[in-house]
């Protein structure tokens, strides 16, 4: 049988568009989306999951109501479920999100930077 | 309030010891672990989950009953649920193992390989 391993430079390199998470793998219920994102994002939260955040490449804000957490490369975070976050990227910042199935970018806020969900690449 | 990066490097730093798998983040149910790897685990499988393997840096074989894949740094691999697998790296390899909680390294195998559970660093 073939086994091939995910490749997360190749699979950035077929990304076209920033902040639309692509998922390069599925355990159980669990994706792992690539995201290329730059400038800010909005403020929202995910009511019913926690999310994780990881720098592949670049530096990314986390700003919170209550404080900020800066991430460089090889860096991660766990926004608890239900906690407002706004991600700020100065230049193009390249990140892996772990979150359940389902989870739409935008959370409870909606409004037009909500992207496709569940688009592979 | 403070909010503070979780820094792969230095919690590679802090591992002491091969085949220990140890917790730095969780996310709802699913637990992310770092792992310091060298040489031939054992033949086991996850019976009721899939595995994630991520190398951080290194080279890693997942050896299956028929076939194998090789991991460089950056590159994945999802393990499907009863696949009985065997991880082998030539020098030391550091990977992250995303999985749910509770999960043990040794799977259906048990035996001396296996590491406690739940430590984290």
């Known amino acids: 049988m073939g086994y091939e391993a995910i490749n997360l430079i ?8 920033q ?8 355990m159980n219920d669990v994706q ?9 994002f909005i403020w929202h ?3 019913d999951t926690d999310e994780v955040f990881i720098v592949i490449e670049g530096r990314l804000v986390l700003e919170f ?4 957490v800066e ?3 090889g860096e991660m975070f766990v926004v608890p479920r239900g906690v407002e976050h706004r991600p700020i990227a ?18 409870d806020a909606g409004g037009d930077r ?7 690449v």
């Open 10 to 17: 190749d699979k950035f390199a077929r990304i076209d568009a």
């Open 65 to 68: 109501r209550d404080g900020r």
């Open 19 to 26: 902040w639309s998470p692509r998922v390069v793998a599925e």
């Open 32 to 40: 792992f989306k690539l995201a290329k994102i730059e400038g800010e």
């Open 114 to 120: 909500t992207a496709p969900n569940d688009l592979w």
């Open 45 to 47: 939260r995910h009511d």
């Open 90 to 107: 100065d230049g193009e910042c390249r990140i892996m999100l772990v979150e359940p199935r389902g989870v739409v970018n935008t959370g």
């Open 71 to 73: 991430l460089g490369s």
